[in-house]
C-alpha cells in the first residue's frame, strides 16, 4: 500500500475525487479523526503506507477562496494549559511543541499554516487565531501518522471565511469547486508517490 486518502466528510467527496481515490472517511472534529485514523493505519497490519494525504476543505479569511493549499505546519488550538505553565497550544508531558511542522510538499502549490480546533471558525473568532486556515481534524490525524511513523500531507481547499457563516451552505457552496481542485493535486501526489 502506497498512499492512504482520508477525508472527514462525505460532503468535500465529489465527483472529481470518487473518479480518483477511495478515502477513507474519519469523520468530523479531533476526537473522530484521532480514532479512525489511527484504526486506519492500524488496519494495514505491517504493511503501513509511504505517504497519508488528509484532504478536504478549510475556512481562511486571508487565503483565496476556492483554491487549494498544502499545510506546512499545524497547531492545535483547543489546547491550553497555561495554567499549568505550559505554553497555550502546548500539549503536556508529550515534548512537543505547540506548532508542529509538516512535510513532505507538493512542488508548486501554495502553503499556509493551519490551526486545527474542535469547533467551527467564523466571523470575530478568526481575531483569535494567528495561522492563515483552520479545520477540525489535521491535528489529531498528524499525531496518529506520528505514531505510526508515517509522513503526513495535508491538502485543504478554502470553502468559507470571508463572510460570516450562517448554516451548512455556507460551507458547502464551494465544495464543487475544491473537489475539481483537490482531484487535480492527487493526480500529482499519484505521479509522486503511487
Known amino acids: 500500500m502506497t498512499i492512504i486518502y482520508l477525508m472527514a466528510a462525505e460532503a468535500e467527496y465529489g465527483p472529481h475525487l470518487r473518479a480518483r481515490i477511495r ?3 474519519i469523520g468530523v472534529g479531533p476526537v473522530e479523526a484521532a480514532v479512525n485514523a489511527t484504526r486506519a493505519l492500524a488496519a494495514c497490519q505491517g504493511e503501513l503506507p509511504r505517504l497519508v494525504v488528509s484532504l478536504g476543505s478549510a475556512g481562511s479569511r486571508v487565503l483565496t477562496q476556492c483554491d487549494v493549499y498544502q499545510a506546512i505546519s499545524v497547531s492545535y488550538r483547543d489546547m491550553d494549559a497555561s495554567a499549568l505553565g505550559f505554553a497555550r497550544g502546548e500539549t503536556p508531558f508529550t515534548g512537543l511543541p505547540a506548532t508542529l ?9 501554495d ?6 480546533g474542535a469547533n467551527v471558525v467564523s466571523g470575530a473568532a478568526y481575531d483569535r487565531i494567528e495561522e492563515d486556515m483552520v479545520d477540525m481534524e489535521t491535528w489529531a490525524v498528524l499525531r496518529a501518522c506520528m505514531a505510526f511513523d ?3 500531507l495535508a491538502l485543504r481547499g478554502i470553502s468559507d471565511g470571508k463572510e460570516e457563516l450562517t448554516g451548512m451552505a455556507s460551507w458547502t457552496q464551494y465544495l464543487h469547486i475544491i473537489d475539481e481542485k483537490l482531484a487535480e493535486v492527487v493526480d500529482l501526489i499519484e505521479k509522486a508517490y503511487g
Not at 111 to 116: F, K, P, V, W, Y
Request: proline share 19%; aromatic share 0%; hydrophobic share 45%.
Open 150 to 152: 508515517v509522513p503526513l
Open 23 to 25: 478515502p477513507t472517511i
Open 101 to 109: 511542522p509538516l512535510e513532505p510538499l507538493v512542488s508548486g502549490l
Open 111 to 116: 502553503g499556509a499554516t493551519l490551526s486545527t
